[in-house]
C-alpha cells in the first residue's frame, strides 16, 4: 500500500503529512470504542428489563459481534470499490442509523429489536474498522505500525473507558430512580440519540474532509492472487483476533454482575458500573505507554509478556474472593492494552498487495466477541460467573503461544 495526498507531492507526505490523517481517524476510534463499551451496561439493563438469562443476555454481544463476521467481507469490497475515505462516511452513517433504532425497540419494549438495532449498529462499525484498520497501517513506515496502531488504540480506549460511566450514569442509575414504565425507557433512548447526532455529524466532516488517498503500488509487491493460506502468520493472527476479542468483551460483559456478587463486592449495578471504567481506563493507559515501548522492543515479545499477566490476573480472579478478585480482574484490562494493534499489525505485516484482504480476515475474526461470551454465558449459567472466566484465560493462553512463537519466527527470518 502506499499514500498519495491530493495536491502534494510524496516527499512531502514523508515529511509527516500523514499526521492531519491521523489526528482526524483518532476521532472514530474513540467512537466505536464508546459505543463498543455501551454494551456492557446495556447488557444488565436489558437483562432486568427482559428477565434474561446470562445466556440469552449474551445475545447482546452474539448480535454485535456477529455483524463483523457478516458484513467485513462485503464490508472490504465496498471499501475496495468507493475507496477509504467514502467508506468512513458510509459506516458512520450506517451505525447512527442502527443508534436512531434504539427509539422504537424501547418505545415498543421487544427485545429482539435491540438486537436488530445491535446489529445494524455493528455493521457500521464494521465497515469504520475495515476503512480505517489498514489505512492507520499505510499512514508511514511500515516498522512503526504497531506503534501507530497502539496509539490510535488509545484513543479507541479513552472511549471504552468513558462511555461505562455515562452509561451506569444515564441508563443503570436513571433506571433504578425510575418510577414509571416510561422513564425507563426514556434512559436508554436518550444516550442512543444523541450517539446517533454525533455519528452523523462525523459522517459530515469526513464527507468534507481532504483526506489522502490510500493505492495500491504493485511494484515490488506480492501478487494479489496468494492465497491467504500462504501466510501462516496471518492465520495464526486471525485465531488471536478472535480469541482476544472474545476474551476482553467476555470479561467486560461480565463486570457489573461480578462486581455484584455477594462473595466479590456486592454493589448495585449503577455503582459497579463506575468499576468497568477502570477495566477500559487500563487499556488506554497501557495502549498509550505501549506505542513508545513498541518502538524500542519486539512487539511480538511484549504481546507474550502482556498475555501471560492476563492469564495469572484471570487465575487470581477465579480463586480468590471480596477486593482482590475485583481488582485482579479490572487490572486484565492495563494487559489487554497492546494485544489488539500489536495481533493486527504482526497479523499483516509483509502481506503487501494482499494486506487488504489479510485486513478483511481479521476484521473477520472479531466474530469471537459473539461466540466467547456466549459460551461464558452458558458456563456461567450452570457453574457462576467466577468459574466462567476459565474461558477468557484460555484465550489468553493461546495469545501467549501466538506472540512467543512469532517472535521466534521473526528471528529465524532476520
Known amino acids: 500500500m502506499a499514500v498519495s495526498i491530493p495536491g502534494s507531492s510524496q516527499s512531502n507526505f514523508e515529511q509527516g503529512n500523514y499526521r492531519f490523517a491521523l489526528g482526524a481517524l483518532t476521532s472514530l476510534f474513540f467512537m466505536w470504542g464508546f459505543i463498543t463499551c455501551l454494551n456492557d451496561i446495556l447488557i444488565p439493563y436489558l437483562k432486568a428489563q427482559f428477565a434474561l438469562s446470562y445466556t440469552e443476555a449474551m445475545l447482546i454481544q452474539f448480535c454485535f459481534f456477529a455483524a463483523y463476521f457478516v458484513m467485513s467481507v462485503p464490508s472490504g469490497a465496498l471499501v475496495h470499490r468507493i475507496g477509504h475515505q467514502k467508506g468512513l462516511v458510509a459506516g458512520l452513517t450506517i451505525a447512527g442509523t442502527g443508534c436512531l433504532l434504539f427509539y422504537p425497540a424501547a418505545q415498543m419494549h421487544w427485545y429482539p429489536f435491540f438486537l436488530l438495532a445491535l446489529f445494524v449498529l455493528a455493521s457500521g462499525i464494521t465497515l469504520l474498522q475495515v476503512a480505517a484498520n489498514p489505512y492507520v497501517a499505510a499512514l508511514g513506515p511500515a516498522k512503526t505500525a504497531p506503534s501507530r496502531l497502539t496509539l490510535t488504540q488509545g484513543f479507541n480506549s479513552?472511549?471504552?473507558?468513558?462511555?461505562?460511566?455515562?452509561?451506569?450514569?444515564?441508563?443503570?442509575?436513571?433506571?433504578?430512580?425510575?418510577?414509571?414504565?416510561?422513564?425507563?425507557?426514556?434512559s436508554v433512548q436518550f444516550p442512543y440519540l444523541m450517539l446517533a447526532a454525533a455519528l452523523f455529524g462525523l459522517a459530515l466532516v469526513f464527507a468534507w474532509l481532504n483526506l489522502p488517498v490510500i493505492h495500491e503500488d504493485n511494484a515490488g509487491q506480492v501478487s494479489s492472487k496468494t492465497p491467504l493460506s500462504a501466510y501462516p502468520h496471518l492465520i495464526l493472527g486471525?485465531?488471536?483476533?478472535?480469541?482476544?476479542?472474545?476474551?476482553?468483551?467476555?470479561?467486560?460483559?461480565?463486570?457489573?454482575n461480578f462486581i455484584g456478587e455477594p462473595t466479590v463486592m456486592g454493589l448495585a449495578e449503577h455503582e459497579a458500573a463506575n468499576y468497568v471504567a477502570y477495566y477500559w481506563g487500563g487499556a488506554m493507559v497501557g495502549r498509550f505507554i505501549g506505542a513508545a515501548v513498541m518502538t524500542r522492543f519486539s512487539p511480538s515479545r511484549v504481546l507474550g509478556i502482556h498475555a501471560i499477566g492476563s492469564v495469572l490476573l484471570v487465575a487470581l480472579a477465579m480463586v480468590s474472593s471480596g477486593k482482590l478478585a475485583m481488582l485482579a480482574i479490572l487490572a486484565v484490562g492495563l494487559c489487554n492494552s497492546i494485544m489488539f494493534p500489536t495481533i493486527f499489525s504482526l497479523a499483516i505485516q509483509g502481506m503487501g498487495n494482499d494486506a487488504s484482504r489479510g485486513s478483511g480476515l481479521l476484521c473477520l475474526a472479531i466474530v469471537g466477541g459473539a461466540i466467547v461470551p456466549l459460551i461464558q454465558g452458558i458456563i456461567a449459567d450452570v457453574a457462576g460467573i467466577q468459574l466462567a472466566f476459565i474461558v477468557p484465560l484460555l484465550c489468553y493462553v493461546y495469545i501467549a503461544f501466538y506472540g512467543f512463537s512469532y517472535f521466534k519466527w521473526y528471528k529465524t527470518q532476520a
Open 158 to 186: 479513552l472511549g471504552t473507558t468513558i462511555a461505562p460511566l455515562i452509561g451506569g450514569a444515564l441508563i443503570l442509575a436513571a433506571v433504578t430512580s425510575a418510577t414509571t414504565d416510561a422513564e425507563k425507557v426514556a
Open 238 to 256: 486471525a485465531v488471536g483476533i478472535f480469541v482476544y476479542v472474545g476474551g476482553e468483551v467476555a470479561i467486560g460483559s461480565f463486570l457489573v
